[in-house]
Structures are given as C-alpha cells and as structure tokens.
C-alpha cells in the first residue's frame, strides 16, 4: 500500500461520533477512490491529473490543520496572558492587603508601647505611694507607741532609729519630667 494511502487509513478511520470527523472520513474515502482509479506502476489506478490533485487536496488539508493549529496556539496564548493578567491582579490585591496589615502592625505596636510607658509610670507611682503608706503607717505606730512613754527620750535619743526613718517622697509631678 502507498504511502499516502496508509496515512490516510492510519489518521482518518478512527471511530469518533462527531460531524466534523465524520465529513473528513468520507472525503479521505474520496481521495482514496480517486487515487484507486487508475493503475501506475505501483498497482493503483490513478487517473490522469488525480495525483496533482491528491497533493492539491493534501495541501488543503495540511493549511486548514495549520491555521486551526494557529488559532488553537492563538487561544492557547490568550488564556495564558489572561491566566497572567489574573496572577499580577492578585499579586496586587495581596500587596495592598500586605500593605493595610503591616499599618494595622505598626499602630497597634505603638498604642502597646504608649500603653506599656503608661504601666510603668502608673507601676512607679504605685510604688512610690506603697512606700509612702509604709512609712507613714510606720509613723502612726511610732506615735502611738511614743504617746505611752512618759518622757520625750525618744526624740532625743539618737539611738533611737525609727525617728531616722523619715519616708522619701518624690512627687507625680517629676515622674512625668522625664
């Protein structure tokens, strides 16, 4: 069998339920009987001029599977751009969203720090005034205790230690100087 004719057996009879293969199976039929016609030297009848026209109708088919390879790369290459197009857009949106976060980050790291300065203070102050209470009740015991003796020998006694223990005050008011 020719060359031409087994590839067309080979590409054309398969079974497949569409119209459009169905149309290139009766005309690769055609071409084969058109080929058949005649005989030549290989056995086959061939008309006069068929075999021009075999290559004519080879060639019109070879163009139309190009061009619908063509428009097939074509679609190919527009649904990659898009697919592209749609990957950039996206890239975009996430570095916007990126961009919201990383404000959201660095307002919410401020309010903390602005609060943790504020703790400390507030933490100093609380000290300092627990150290004042501790004192001053310290105080009111010494007095009351001093309030029994019957001389003023605890004033005057320097041995005598809780009169040196005088609280150290500090004001709010130099806390926030610094």
């Given at each position: 069998?020719?060359?031409?004719?087994?590839?067309i057996?080979?590409?054309?009879?398969?079974?497949?339920?569409?119209?459009?293969?169905?149309?290139?199976?009766?005309?690769?039929?055609?071409?084969v009987?058109?080929?058949?016609?005649?005989?030549?030297?290989?056995?086959?009848?061939?008309?006069?001029?068929?075999?021009?026209?075999?290559?004519?109708l080879?060639?019109?088919?070879?163009?139309?599977?190009?061009?619908?390879?063509?428009?097939?790369?074509?679609r190919?290459?527009?649904?990659?751009?898009?697919?592209?197009?749609?990957?950039?857009?996206?890239?975009?949106?996430?570095?916007e969203?990126?961009?919201?976060?990383?404000?959201?980050?660095?307002?919410?790291?401020?309010?903390?720090?602005?609060?943790?300065?504020?703790?400390?203070?507030?933490?100093?102050?609380?000290?300092?005034?627990?150290?004042?209470?501790?004192?001053?009740?310290?105080?009111?015991?010494?007095?009351?205790?001093?309030?029994?003796?019957?001389?003023?020998?605890?004033?005057?006694?320097?041995?005598?230690?809780?009169?040196?223990?005088?609280?150290?005050?500090?004001?709010?008011?130099?806390?926030?100087?610094?």
């Open positions: 069998m020719s060359p031409v004719v087994s590839e057996l080979r590409s054309e009879f398969m079974i497949n339920s569409s119209l459009r293969r169905r149309t290139h199976l009766v005309q690769s039929f055609s071409v009987f058109l080929y058949c016609g005649n005989s030549n030297s290989s056995g086959f009848m061939v008309p006069s001029g068929s075999e021009e026209d075999l290559h004519q080879m060639d019109q088919r070879k163009r139309k599977r190009m061009e619908s390879n063509r428009e097939s790369a074509r190919s290459r527009m649904r990659k751009q898009k697919h592209l197009d749609d990957l950039t857009a996206q890239v975009t949106q996430l570095a969203d990126n961009n919201q976060i990383l404000t959201s980050i660095a307002f919410t790291t401020q309010h903390y720090l602005n609060i943790e300065a504020e703790n400390s203070v507030l933490r100093a102050q609380m000290m300092e005034l627990s150290q004042r209470l501790g004192s001053l009740n310290e105080i009111l015991r010494f007095l009351n205790n001093g309030a029994y003796e019957t001389s003023d020998e605890s004033f005057t006694n320097p041995f005598n230690i809780h009169h040196l223990n005088q609280p150290i005050t500090a004001s709010a008011d130099l806390m926030f100087e610094y």
